[in-house]
C-alpha cells in the first residue's frame, strides 16, 4: 500500500478553557489514501466538523483549541507549521466545501472573481489565463453557458449551482485533500444526487482523496470506500464499506440502522435510542455511549474500552475485548408491536375529513413606484387532496414546489386566491373572524424548526396551555394545569418540565412541546411541515413513534408535509406528489413508491440515496433544476426536465388519469 | 447589583429629594464669584458667586424630571405604535411609515425648538417637546422588530390555535421587541438631558435663575478657561448618569433574557 497522504493521530480539541472545556474530539486517528473517500458519519454534536476544521487549522477562535496529537499531510504534521504556510495549504493543497452554497459565496463579488481569486493565490494565474481556466473549472462542474455565468453574482445561481461553484472554487487550487462537511443536506434530493455524482467523478479525475462528513447513511453507502462513525468525540467504529453495511459491530451503529424510517418497519415501531448524548465537559470513566446501550455490561460503565482490531475492523467496545467472539445478534429492544390496522390503505374513504378543491395560492408581484401588479408567483396552481379520519396523506415535494404554502393555506393561516377547502363539511374559507377561531381548535400544524416555534419568554406551561386559554378549554387555571401536565406526560416529558423555558430543551424535546400544544385543542387533523427534517436520526425516530401513536390512540389525521421519502413509506397512507404548484400523481403509498406512474415521482424515489450498497440502482438523473413558479413551462410543467417527455408535452397540461384503482397521474406518456 | 445601578438609583433619589432639601442655589456671594473648589469649598462657585453643589443638585431635579418623563413617553408610544405597525402592516403600517418619515425629515431639535417656542417656555412644555420628536425612533426600531418577530413560526402557531389578536400582540411580538427597545431608551435618557441643555440655552428651558445640567453647562462655556470648573462639575455629572445609565441597561437587559439563565440539570 502506498503512503498514507493524510494520517490524523490521537487528534485532541477543546471548547472552551479550565476544567468545564468541552472535549469536543478526544483522541481520533485515522488514515486516507489518494483517491480514496473517507466517510466520517455521526450525529450533530459528535464533532465531526470539528475534526475537518482542525486539519484545516480553522477552530473557532478563541475558544476553540487543539491540545493534542498531529495531523501529518505527506508526512508534514500540520499542527507545527507557520500560519503562513498554512495558507498556502488551505485552498492549495487541502480544500473544503461546507453545508451552506447560500452563505459560503460572498455575495457581492461574481462568481468568476471567487473562482479567480483562488487562482490568483494559489496558481499565480491572473487575466486572461486566470478567465480561461475559471471557464474550464466551471465547465467541469457542469455549469452550462460558463462564459455567462461566470460574470453572475451568486444571488442568482439556484442552490445546486451554487454548490457547484463552491466545489469549482475547491479545485481551483488543484488540491490533493477535499473536504466535504455535509456538501448536499442544504439541498433536495434530486439536486443532491446531481452533486454526489459530480463529486464522484471529479474524485476520479483528479485523484483527490475526500473525506466526506456527513450525518446521512444513505450517502455514505454511495460514495465511501471505507467510513468511521463518531460518537461524543470518538471513533467507535472504522470500517471499509462493505463490511460496516453487512454488519455494523459496534452498537451505536446498529441502533442508527434500526431507527432508520422505512416501508418494511410499517406497522411498528421504530427502535429509538433512549437517553441523549452524554456532556462532553468532562473525561468518561467508561464507554460514552454506556448509558444508552442495549448490550451494556458492568466493565462498560468503570473502564473505557480500548480499541479493538478485528479482521481489519477497529470498534472501541468492550463486547470484543478478550477473545474474538462474534457478538450476538442485534434483537430489537422495542417490541413488535404490530400497529392495529386501522383501514384499508387504498381505499380514499367516503366521506372525506379534509376535502380541497382546485387550491390556488397565488402572491403578486409588484414593481415600481406605484407598486403596480407586474406577475403572480404561482405557489399553489390547482391542488385536490382528500384525507379521511384517521389517515396520513403524505404532500411530498422539492423546496419551492408549494407544499408549505398548501399547508397554511389548507389551515387558513394564508388566504388561498381560489379554490374550496371543505373541512368536516364546513367551508373553511368562507369563515371569517369569531367563527373561523372556533374552529381553528380542530385543525392544527406543527413546524419544521422547534427553535422558532416557541416564545422564547413564555415557560413550558404557558405554550403548552395557550390554545386551550384561546378555545376556553378548561374552566379554572387548576383544570388547565392538569391538562398540561398529563399532555406533557403523554408526549414523554416530565412534569418538572412545565416550568422551564423552551432555550433549556433538546431540539427533539422541543419538537414534544409542539406537539403537546398541538395536541392542547384536542385536534382531528394536523398539519406536519417538515416535523423531523431538522432532526437527528435517532432523534427523528423518537417522534415519528409518537406521532404513530398518537395517531392510534386520539384518531388523529395528518397531512405529513415533507421531502423525506423513507419517512413518508413507514408513516403514510396515500402519497400525494407535487411539482411546481399542482400534484402530478396520487395513490396509496405502496403504489407511489414501488410503482411510480409519474416520471418525476421516478425520478425522486431514485434519487433518495439508499443504505443498500449492494443494490446499486439506477439514478434517474434530473437535468436543471426546478422552474420559476413565475412563469412556468407550457405545457406539462416538467417536460423541459423530464426524460421521456414527447412532442405533446409541450404543447397541453396532461389530463387527470386513474390508472390503478385510487392512484392517479398528470402525464402524457405515463400508462 | 453593579455600580452603575447604584449610581443610577443615587441619580433619582437626588433628582426626587432635591427641592426637599435646604438648598440655595440662588444664594448669591460676590466675594467668591468663579472661585473654584480648593479655594472656597464645595463644587465651587459660578460667574455670580452662587454655590454650584446647591445648583448642581437642583438641576439635577429638572434633569431627572425631563429625562425619565420624556424617555418613557417617547418609548412607549414608539414601541406600541411601531409594534402594532409592524405587526399589523397594511393600510395602519404605510401611515405610520409615512409619518416617521415626516417627523424624520425635520432635523429633531429644530422641530423640538419650533414646538417649545410655540408652547411658551417651561420644563413641561420641553418634556412636551422632545417627545414628539422622541417616539420616531423608538417606533421605527420597534416596528423593524416587529416586522421580523410577526414571521416567527411561534405567532403562526398562536393564530393557528385561534389566539386573539391583542394577545398575541402584548404575548407574543411586544415582548421580543422589548429588549432592544430598552436597551435604546437608555441611550435615550443620553441625548434627551443635552437636547434639554439646548433647549435651556434658547431660553425655552428652565428660566433663570433656576438650574438645569444644560444651563450650567452653556452658562460655564464662557468661563472655561478662567474657571473651568464650571463645565467641569455638571459635565462629569452628565457623563456619569449616561454612562450609567448605558451600564445599567445592559445589566437590565441581560437580567431580563431568561435564555442567559443558569440551565437546570
Known amino acids: 500500500m502506498n503512503e498514507p497522504l493524510l494520517e490524523v493521530q490521537d487528534l485532541q480539541v477543546r471548547i472552551g478553557r479550565g476544567p468545564r472545556a468541552v472535549r469536543a474530539v478526544d483522541g481520533v486517528s485515522f ?134 461553484v463552491m466545489i469549482a472554487m475547491a479545485l481551483a487550487g488543484e488540491p490533493e485533500l477535499l473536504i466535504a462537511d455535509e456538501p448536499t443536506t442544504a439541498l433536495d434530493v434530486t439536486i443532491q444526487a446531481q452533486v454526489l455524482e459530480l463529486l464522484q467523478s471529479l474524485q476520479a479525475r483528479y485523484h483527490m482523496a475526500l473525506l466526506l462528513i456527513t450525518h446521512d447513511l444513505g450517502v455514505v453507502a454511495g460514495m465511501a470506500d471505507r467510513l468511521a462513525v463518531m460518537y461524543a468525540g470518538q471513533l467507535v467504529e472504522q470500517a471499509t464499506r462493505a463490511d460496516f453495511f453487512r454488519e455494523p459491530l459496534h452498537p451505536y451503529g446498529r441502533k442508527l440502522f434500526e431507527a432508520l424510517p422505512e416501508m418494511d418497519k410499517r406497522g411498528r415501531p421504530l427502535t429509538v435510542i433512549p437517553g441523549t ?73 367516503e366521506t372525506p375529513l379534509l376535502e380541497v378543491r382546485g387550491l390556488k395560492v397565488h402572491f403578486p408581484i409588484r414593481r415600481g413606484l406605484l407598486r403596480r401588479t407586474v406577475g403572480h408567483v404561482h405557489a399553489v396552481d390547482g391542488v385536490d387532496l382528500r384525507i379521511g379520519q384517521g389517515q396520513t396523506l403524505a404532500l411530498v415535494g422539492e423546496s419551492g414546489c408549494g407544499k408549505t404554502t398548501a399547508g397554511k393555506a389548507i389551515l387558513q393561516l394564508l388566504r388561498p386566491t381560489a379554490g374550496s377547502v371543505r373541512f368536516d363539511g364546513t367551508e373553511l374559507t368562507r369563515l371569517r373572524g369569531e367563527a373561523l377561531r372556533r374552529r381553528r381548535r380542530e385543525f392544527q400544524i406543527i413546524f419544521q424548526d422547534p427553535y422558532s416555534s416557541m416564545n422564547p419568554r413564555m415557560m413550558i406551561r404557558d405554550i403548552v396551555e395557550e390554545g386551550m386559554r384561546a378555545q376556553g378549554i378548561g374552566r379554572t387555571a387548576r383544570e388547565r394545569h392538569a391538562r398540561a401536565r398529563d399532555l406533557l406526560l403523554r408526549v414523554g416529558l416530565r412534569e418538572e418540565h412545565l416550568d422551564r423555558y423552551p432555550h433549556e430543551f433538546s431540539g427533539g424535546q422541543r419538537q414534544r412541546i409542539c406537539i403537546a400544544r398541538a395536541l392542547a385543542v384536542e385536534p382531528r387533523l394536523i398539519v406536519c411541515d417538515e416535523p423531523t427534517s431538522a432532526l437527528d436520526v435517532s432523534v427523528q425516530a423518537q417522534i415519528l413513534n409518537l406521532l404513530s401513536e398518537l395517531q392510534r390512540d386520539f384518531g388523529l389525521a395528518y397531512l405529513f408535509i415533507t421531502h423525506n421519502l423513507s419517512v413518508v413509506g413507514y408513516l403514510a397512507d396515500r402519497v400525494a406528489v407535487m411539482y411546481l404548484g399542482r400534484l402530478v400523481e396520487e395513490g396509496p403509498v405502496a403504489g407511489v413508491l414501488e410503482a411510480p ?70 402525464c402524457h406518456v405515463a400508462g | ?64 424630571h425631563v429625562a425619565a418623563l420624556t424617555v418613557s413617553i417617547s418609548a412607549a408610544t414608539g414601541l406600541l405604535l411601531g409594534s402594532l405597525g409592524g405587526y399589523l402592516g397594511g393600510r395602519f403600517d404605510a401611515v405610520l411609515v409615512r409619518l416617521i418619515d415626516v417627523f424624520l425629515a425635520f432635523p429633531g431639535i429644530l422641530l423640538a425648538i419650533a414646538l417649545a417656542a410655540t408652547l411658551g417656555p417651561g420644563i413641561d412644555n420641553v418634556v412636551l417637546a422632545l417627545s414628539v420628536v422622541g417616539w420616531v425612533g423608538f417606533a421605527r426600531l420597534a416596528r423593524a422588530q416587529a416586522l421580523s418577530v ?116
Open chain 1, 277 to 349: 448524548v452524554p456532556p462532553l465537559d468532562r473525561p468518561f470513566t467508561g464507554c460514552p455511549f454506556a448509558p444508552r446501550c442495549d448490550y451494556r455490561m458492568a466493565r462498560c460503565e468503570a473502564e473505557p474500552p480500548p480499541l479493538h482490531r478485528i479482521d481489519g475492523r477497529e470498534v472501541r467496545c468492550h463486547l470484543y475485548g478478550g477473545e474474538v467472539h462474534v457478538p450476538p445478534a442485534p434483537e430489537r429492544t422495542a417490541p413488535d408491536r404490530p400497529r392495529a390496522r386501522r383501514r384499508s390503505d387504498a381505499r380514499s374513504p
Open chain 1, 31 to 164: 488514515v486516507l489514501h489518494r483517491g480514496e473517500t473517507f466517510a466520517l458519519l455521526g450525529e450533530s454534536g459528535c464533532g465531526k466538523s470539528m475534526t475537518a476544521l482542525s486539519i484545516m487549522r480553522l477552530l473557532p477562535r478563541p475558544a476553540g483549541r487543539i491540545v493534542g496529537g498531529s495531523v501529518r499531510l505527506d508526512g508534514q504534521d500540520l499542527l507545527d507549521l507557520p500560519e503562513r504556510d498554512m495558507r498556502q495549504v488551505r485552498g492549495g493543497r487541502i480544500a473544503m466545501i461546507f453545508q451552506e452554497p447560500m452563505t459560503s459565496l460572498n455575495p457581492v463579488l461574481t462568481v468568476g472573481q471567487q473562482i479567480a481569486e483562488v487562482l490568483a493565490l494559489h496558481k499565480g494565474l491572473r487575466g486572461r489565463a486566470a478567465e480561461s481556466r475559471v471557464r474550464e473549472l466551471l465547465d467541469a462542474v457542469g455549469i452550462p453557458d460558463s462564459a455567462r455565468r461566470m460574470k453572475e453574482y451568486p444571488h442568482q445561481l439556484s442552490g445546486g449551482m451554487k454548490q457547484r
Open chain 2, 150 to 265: 410577526r414571521e416567527r413560526e411561534h405567532v403562526l402557531a398562536a393564530r393557528a390555535l385561534g389566539t386573539h389578536g391583542p394577545w398575541l400582540l402584548f404575548r407574543h411580538v411586544i415582548p421580543l421587541v422589548l429588549t432592544p427597545v430598552l436597551v435604546e431608551a437608555t441611550f435615550g435618557v443620553a441625548s434627551v438631558i443635552i437636547a434639554e441643555a439646548g433647549l435651556s440655552f434658547l431660553g425655552l428651558g428652565v428660566q433663570p435663575p433656576a438650574a438645569s445640567w444644560g444651563s450650567m453647562i452653556r452658562e460655564g462655556t464662557r468661563y472655561l478657561l478662567v474657571a473651568p470648573h464650571l463645565v467641569l462639575v455638571p459635565g462629569l455629572a452628565l457623563f456619569l448618569v449616561v454612562l450609567a445609565v448605558n451600564l445599567a441597561g445592559d445589566w437590565l437587559r441581560d437580567r431580563l433574557d431568561v435564555r442567559l439563565r443558569e440551565p437546570r440539570p
Open chain 2, 1 to 64: 447589583m453593579p455600580l452603575s445601578v447604584f449610581i443610577v438609583v443615587l441619580w433619582m433619589l437626588a433628582g426626587l429629594l432635591a427641592p426637599l432639601l435646604p438648598l440655595h442655589p440662588e444664594a448669591i456671594h460676590l466675594d467668591r464669584i468663579l472661585a473654584p473648589p480648593w479655594v472656597a469649598g464645595g463644587l465651587g462657585y459660578d460667574d455670580l458667586g452662587r454655590p454650584l453643589l446647591d445648583r448642581l443638585l437642583m438641576g439635577t431635579a429638572t434633569s431627572f
Open chain 1, 597 to 666: 406512474l409519474h416520471p418525476y415521482t421516478e425520478a425522486l424515489i431514485s434519487a433518495v440515496p439508499r443504505i443498500d450498497p449492494e443494490q446499486r440502482r439506477e439514478i434517474i438523473r434530473l437535468e436543471g433544476d426546478l422552474p420559476s413558479p413565475t412563469r412556468p413551462p407550457s405545457g406539462c410543467h416538467f417536460h423541459p426536465r423530464c426524460p421521456k417527455a414527447q412532442p405533446i408535452c409541450a404543447r397541453s397540461y396532461p389530463e387527470q388519469r386513474e390508472l390503478r384503482p385510487g392512484h392517479w397521474v398528470k
